[in-house]
């Protein structure tokens, strides 16, 4: 399969299941056997990941990317044991980074959750444009990424948790920062984004957040 079909929400899915780590292989980046150029998609897709990995608390070496012609069979092999042997001394998914078990699947369902709109992210704002590993690398390493994700991103992604934690129960405000690992003053600024776009609503006779009518 052509790593142009590698979609992000097999590889959160993946970590969802209980993957400690997930490794992309395709061929060599400029040497795409169906000139779709489907593995500078799966570069781009690994950056983002490892990203959002990084701001959900987890190891971005979790996830992996390896270019290979199909005659490098050896090659293919190290590469593997590499890999293996890294996610091997990282540790159970999660464990090794001292992250809340719920916490963890709270952030992973939350980042599914979004996976449409993620890839509309990749597609249109982290998308370099000439299919070079160079440029790809450059792009990557430039601070305006992580501004795209934190801008971009971060907002929705952390109301789509407040919305998986309200689906048991209306919450306070102190409480959805604790589950959230974020001081009140964040907390409550994302709240009011939330409320401002109908994803939850405040209940004055409860004092709490409850989902609204989305």
């Known amino acids: 399969m052509c790593t ?44 983002l990941c490892k990203r959002l990995l990084e701001r959900l608390g987890l190891d971005p070496r979790r996830i992996g990317i390896e ?25 159970p998914l999660g464990r090794s980074e001292g992250l809340d078990p719920d916490r963890l699947r709270n952030g992973l369902d939350a980042l599914e959750s979004i996976v449409p709109y993620l890839r509309m992210i990749l597609a249109e704002k982290l998308n370099p444009g000439l299919p070079s590993p160079e440029a790809y690398e450059a792009f990557f390493a430039h601070h305006d990424v992580d501004r795209v994700i934190d801008e971009a991103v971060v907002e ?5 948790r407040v919305a998986l934690l309200l689906r048991a129960s209306p919450l306070a405000t102190a409480e959805i ?33 409850a989902l609204g009518s989305v």
């Open 156 to 160: 929705k992604w952390i109301m789509a």
């Open 177 to 209: 920062a604790e589950r959230l690992g974020l001081s009140p003053s964040e907390a409550s600024r994302y709240l009011a984004a939330a409320v401002a776009r109908g994803v939850i609503r405040y209940d004055l006779s409860q004092k709490r957040y």
């Open 67 to 91: 270019f290979l012609s199909s005659g490098e069979g050896a090659r293919f092999a190290e590469a593997t044991d590499a890999f293996t042997a890294q996610v091997r001394e990282l540790g």
């Open 4 to 47: 142009g079909r590698v979609d992000l929400g097999f590889v959160l899915r993946a970590f969802s299941k209980g993957a400690d780590g997930v490794f992309i292989v395709g061929c060599r980046l400029g040497e795409c056997n169906y000139t779709t150029h489907g593995n500078f998609h799966a570069l781009r897709l690994t950056h």
